[in-house]
């Protein structure tokens, strides 16, 4: 993984943008979405991923050679090669690393502009299933959201829209408060504790920084939720699932989520 190209300063006039959840390295399921976004939205030339990316670069380029998306900003996860990343971005701190035609890297935190809109990128978020990976080639203790980063984040002051791959603590989503609740995959005391305390860290920035819309992925659910006080909350589903794309309208901040059924149907056509 090399650098191609950083900058501090991220500013775009689009008035919608593709939003996406986890992909784990799925290169099938990316050329599914850009086979499809031609027809479901043609305009679209900028790409927001929530994380859980490990993709292929080459191979994504590849994929969204005829689309015209020309950009694909990653907000980055907890799945993914941290052993390369770290020193990519500590070589350029602050900064987002360009390492492919089309991808770049945010850092943690990242402030954006696009639309009119300022954005605010969190990455990382707590494995839960780390206790079944091993550290320095399936694991690392890098995806972890720090305190600097917390400070970092609520330093660039208040968002319009929050990108994160980890949910917020008391999250108005009802299929993640779900998820959270009965624990369907077994994960251990200590996972969970992990889990919820990378959670509070991200509540901390977003009840700092009060965006409007917080889109984020990690859960593998889809679902949306709304708190008393108005900010409403996305959940988008992984590669496979329900919710995975999003198309955000920037002014109003509006997601529509095309269902897979659709997806499919407008990836297959000629």
Sequence with gaps: MKS??????????????????????????????ARALPALAPDITTLLHLGDWWMPPG??????????????????GNHEPWNEITPLLDKHPGKAVRISTLIWLLPRPAHLTIGGRSVLSLGGASSVDRES?????TWWPDEAITEDHVAAAIAGGPADLMLTHESPAKTPVRAVREILRMNPHWFTKSALEASAASRARVSEVWDAVHPELLAHGHMHVAGGGKTEDGRRVASLGREGQEW?????????LRMATPSLAIIRGRAEQP
């Design 133 to 137: 990976r091993q550290e320095g080639l």
């Design 4 to 33: 191609l190209e950083w900058t501090s300063n991220i500013e775009h006039t689009d008035r919608r943008v593709a939003v996406c959840g986890d992909w784990h390295g799925n290169i099938g399921w990316a050329r599914m979405l």
């Design 59 to 76: 191979l994504v380029d590849e994929a969204f050679a005829e689309t015209a998306v020309d950009r694909i900003y990653v907000t980055l």
């Design 244 to 252: 995975n794309l999003g198309i955000l309208d920037m002014e109003t």
